[in-house]
């Protein structure tokens, strides 16, 4: 076997993916689509260009089936559980942490559930979490983690992945959101970070599920509840900071119990 051979492959998926899916961004970005139009379009093109792509890279240069990327029954339902304890860690560390601690004024309210918010909860629950996790964490982070073994290894992967996560989300900053630079720096550096959260998620279950019902609750929480709280730009870095340092506590734990009882 040539030398970082699983590198190539994920590589090459994130080369295919990006070629795809930029002048698709760029595509929806000129049709000023409405948030909920943007969801229904966005599905099942995320479903081909993301999932579909990556079980077909995996079967073609892997010859291996769903299983290879983490989509398997053994271990699906505390995987589940795990993320989406890390889904909660992670909300409650950022918005509601330091507020408690100091003591500010905070309002956190429910947005209405109507059928906008019907239809974002259908696209983030049922798309997002599934399609984007299966290319960065099931395949990318695991074909990296192949080739780099060892805990070096995958902090290597997850480092690298973080990377293709928060680059793979350029495109909408830039065509559809059209994001200021610092924004889209901030959106960027926060999507990286929680990559490497969710690589940790990964490599602790070894299962698809814990990563993507992570990010699936996490995506449902921001758009189902508004918090008002005297943020500044310090004061989120430090909460964002915060909410991940919460959500990497538990599979920390696990990784340091297992090792215990070797």
Do not use: C
Request: cysteine-free.
């Amino acid at each position: 076997m040539s030398r970082l051979y699983h590198t190539k492959h994920a590589a090459l998926l994130f080369v295919l993916f990006m070629a795809i899916w930029t002048p698709y961004r760029m595509l929806t970005g000129s049709l000023n689509l409405s948030p909920s139009t943007l969801y229904l379009v966005d599905a099942p093109a995320k479903l081909l260009a993301i999932l579909g792509l990556t079980l077909f890279v995996a079967k073609r240069l892997d010859g291996a089936g769903p299983e290879w990327i983490g989509l398997k029954r053994e271990g699906l339902v505390s995987a589940v559980l795990l993320g989406l304890a890390g889904g909660v860690l992670a909300w409650v560390g950022h918005y509601l942490l330091l507020p408690a601690v100091f003591g500010w004024n905070l309002s956190v309210t429910l947005v209405e559930l109507n059928t906008s918010w019907l239809v974002y909860a259908a696209y983030v629950v049922g798309v997002v979490g599934l399609s984007e996790e299966a290319m960065d964490r099931g395949y990318i982070f695991q074909e990296l983690a192949r080739d780099f073994e060892g805990s070096q290894g995958a902090l290597i992967a997850g480092v690298i992945s973080s990377g293709t996560f928060a680059i793979s989300h350029l495109p909408i900053d830039l065509f559809v959101y059209e994001m200021k630079p610092m924004w889209t720096l901030w959106h960027i550096v926060g999507v990286f970070s929680i990559g490497l959260v969710l690589a940790l998620y990964m490599r602790v279950s070894g299962n698809l599920a814990a990563p993507a019902a992570m990010h699936s609750l996490w995506d449902l929480l921001l758009g189902t509840l508004s918090v008002s709280s005297p943020w500044s730009w310090s004061i989120a870095a430090a909460s964002e900071a915060l909410g991940l340092a919460l959500a990497a506590l538990l599979p920390a734990l696990v990784l340091l119990a297992r090792r215990r009882s070797r």
